[in-house]
């Protein structure tokens, strides 16, 4: 089966600078990758995906790398904000390929800005 | 529009106990999962079920069953909880959009159970 590893564990910027976090996957046949965040106390929320297909996906200051042949993809923040400080999980599946997305997440990253 | 709802928000079993946590949603997706939170370890898949009907395997499922009990509802049982069995359980719906569409799954607000 699919396995996920996410590094690093934590991450602690000053505000304004950018954080990269870095995610492997296993399995060859995923094609899709969308990021997490999770706030304190609160539920996962979807923040960017990308599909096998795209190398890079920008939504304002978040943007998502993927390298096929070397089966990991990143999560890159510019300007980081106090506000962005969270635990941000990668994930990985197959996609509805198989009639369901049987999505498997790394172990997290909790990233902190510093004001 | 409620989304994903989850029971009960916080529980404390004896080892051996049994309970059942419930999970609604009311997005009319097709797919629904259990997920355990533990720190250190993400979120990791116990069951997952694609359609009314069906329930599949996850990553750590001993220990555990599920029932679809139809499209809306996707209720985690455990039958004689454990100390390891502590964690935040969330449940998760998604839909099926069309390959170029994100395939976002929507959280419930989780369950923290504890077993002593």
């Known amino acids: ?115 | 529009n409620a989304g994903v709802t989850q029971t009960p928000k916080f529980q404390v079993l004896k080892t051996g106990q049994s309970m059942t946590l419930q999970c609604a949603q009311d997005m009319n997706h097709n797919s629904m999962y259990w997920y355990r939170q533990d720190p250190g370890m993400g979120l990791r898949l116990i069951y997952y079920s694609a359609s009314e009907g069906t329930t599949d395997k996850g990553e750590v499922p001993n220990g555990y069953n599920v029932s679809r009990l139809n499209k809306r509802e996707f209720s985690l049982r455990l039958e004689s909880a454990a100390p390891s069995q502590t964690s935040v359980y969330f449940c998760a719906s998604s839909d099926n959009p069309p390959q170029d569409r994100s395939e976002k799954l929507f959280f419930g607000s989780g369950t923290q159970l504890s077993v002593l």
């Open chain 1, 1 to 115: 089966g699919e396995n996920v590893e996410q590094h690093p564990s934590t991450l602690s910027v000053q505000e304004g600078d950018s954080a990269v976090i870095k995610c492997t996957y296993s399995d060859s046949a995923s094609n899709y990758f969308p990021w997490y965040k999770q706030e304190l106390g609160k539920r996962p929320q979807l923040i960017i995906d990308i599909r096998s297909n795209v190398g890079e996906k920008k939504d304002q200051r978040i943007a998502v790398t993927l390298n096929k042949t070397a089966k990991h993809f990143s999560l890159h923040i510019t300007e980081t904000q106090p506000e962005d400080s969270a635990v941000y999980f990668c994930a990985a599946s197959r996609g509805y390929g198989g009639a369901t997305n049987k999505l498997i997440f790394g172990t997290g990253t909790l990233l902190a800005v510093q004001p």
